[in-house]
């Protein structure tokens, strides 16, 4: 997916006091809709990042989407775009998207499957979805690489978990360890993430890493997560030193979520349209190398646009006149007075 919002985005992370432990605290992160370009223009909701919150783990990007009649919305069709320093995350629900990119990785990108493409120093790829899907949901993530990582050949890897079965639900482990399964994805920072099936009328208690800080993302029915209500497309935080979250279903139907996760990302990043840096010119760099079609983000073979007179090439939106600044995420614990609506 290619980012068409371009606030210039900075993190910067300052020390905390010492959190204390149990009944963890939950801070709602409400998403904002954003269009994503493409023949009609399908929307999205994004919850992160935004000035509220901006990583969760190396998480940097939570855009939620769907269920969607294609025949209205166009469905998805994003043509070749570059990526520097992230890892890209595809989870559908419903669906299916065809990627392509330039390290020569072509895959069809099915419910029930993570596909990871790790860009490191620079890919390009596209995303459509297929001839054949009527209805598109999913969510599509973003990981930063840490320094001495992000430098990195291009990767790409699919995984499809076998579903873990658990009292009141099951889970689909795609990256990290949860529940006793592990996946082979790789992880350049401690990470989890996972799906997450709660039955009508259940409560789980999950086992998490208390090193790390949690998102739930709610994709269907209705949820509390530590007692606190979590609406549809709504990403609720809970912060380090959590050992067990507490999701009680309180509707008539399973719910379904996401649940992201990680150790605190230590690094100051530059977060400019779809690349990651550490700095202005960094990102200022790649910008102007994309724009000059060098090699460092390849050709993308194979991509076919749903509109025969679309752009075959992304170009970049102009950088903002003002240097780009940092914009500070605030530490890891759940502020739950930041809570809207
Ligand atoms: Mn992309």
């Known amino acids: 997916m290619s980012d068409l919002s371009v606030d210039p985005i900075e993190h910067e992370l300052t020390p905390q006091p010492p959190h204390s432990t149990?009944?963890?605290?939950?801070?709602?992160?409400?998403?904002?809709?954003?269009?994503?370009?493409?023949?009609?223009?399908?929307?999205?909701?994004?919850?992160?990042?935004?000035?509220?919150?901006?990583?969760?783990?190396?998480?940097?990007?939570?855009?939620?989407?769907?269920?969607?009649?294609?025949?209205?919305?166009?469905?998805?069709?994003?043509?070749?775009?570059?990526?520097?320093?992230?890892?890209?995350?595809?989870?559908?629900?419903?669906?299916?998207?065809?990627?392509?990119?330039?390290?020569?990785?072509?895959?069809?990108?099915?419910?029930?499957?993570?596909?990871?493409?790790?860009?490191?120093?620079?890919?390009?790829?596209?995303?459509?979805?297929?001839?054949?899907?009527?209805?598109?949901?999913?969510?599509?993530?973003?990981?930063?690489?840490?320094?001495?990582?992000?430098?990195?050949?291009?990767?790409?890897?699919?995984?499809?978990?076998?579903?873990?079965?658990?009292?009141?639900?099951?889970?689909?482990?795609?990256?990290?360890?949860?529940?006793?399964?592990?996946?082979?994805?790789?992880?350049f920072t401690p990470l989890v993430g996972a799906q997450i099936i709660v039955d009508a009328g259940a409560e789980v208690a999950l086992d998490v890493d208390p090193t790390f800080e949690h998102g739930v993302l709610l994709d269907t029915g209705t949820i509390e997560l530590e007692g606190v209500a979590v609406s549809r497309s709504q990403l609720a935080y809970t912060g380090v030193g959590e050992e067990t979250l507490t999701i009680k279903n309180t509707g008539e139907d399973a719910a379904r979520m996401l649940l992201i996760g990680g150790e605190p990302f230590k690094e100051s990043i530059v977060m400019w349209w779809n690349f990651i840096g550490r700095s202005h010119e960094e990102v200022a760099k790649a910008r102007e190398e994309w724009q000059a079609r060098s090699e460092r983000f390849g050709y993308v073979e194979g991509y076919i646009g749903h509109d025969p007179k679309g752009m075959d090439w992304i170009p970049a939106p102009n950088m903002p006149n003002v240097r780009i600044t940092a914009r500070k995420n605030p530490g890891p614990i759940a502020r739950p007075d930041m809570r809207i609506g």
């Not at 809709?33 to 929307?43: A, I, K, N």
């Not at 769907?66 to 520097?84: I, R, S």
């Open 22 to 187: 149990g009944g963890a605290k939950v801070e709602i992160i409400t998403s904002r809709d954003v269009p994503l370009g493409g023949l009609r223009s399908m929307r999205v909701k994004r919850t992160i990042p935004q000035r509220q919150r901006s990583l969760i783990g190396a998480w940097c990007f939570v855009d939620h989407y769907g269920p969607d009649d294609v025949a209205e919305t166009g469905g998805m069709d994003v043509a070749p775009h570059p990526h520097t320093g992230l890892q890209t995350v595809s989870w559908l629900f419903q669906g299916r998207i065809m990627h392509h990119d330039s390290a020569d990785h072509h895959a069809v990108v099915r419910p029930g499957e993570a596909n990871f493409m790790t860009a490191g120093k620079g890919i390009s790829h596209s995303e459509t979805s297929t001839q054949d899907t009527k209805v598109l949901h999913g969510v599509q993530l973003w990981v930063a690489l840490p320094e001495e990582d992000r430098h990195m050949l291009p990767r790409f890897e699919n995984y499809a978990p076998e579903p873990v079965k658990f009292d009141g639900g099951e889970a689909l482990v795609f990256i990290g360890s949860l529940l006793g399964e592990s996946s082979p994805i790789s992880m």
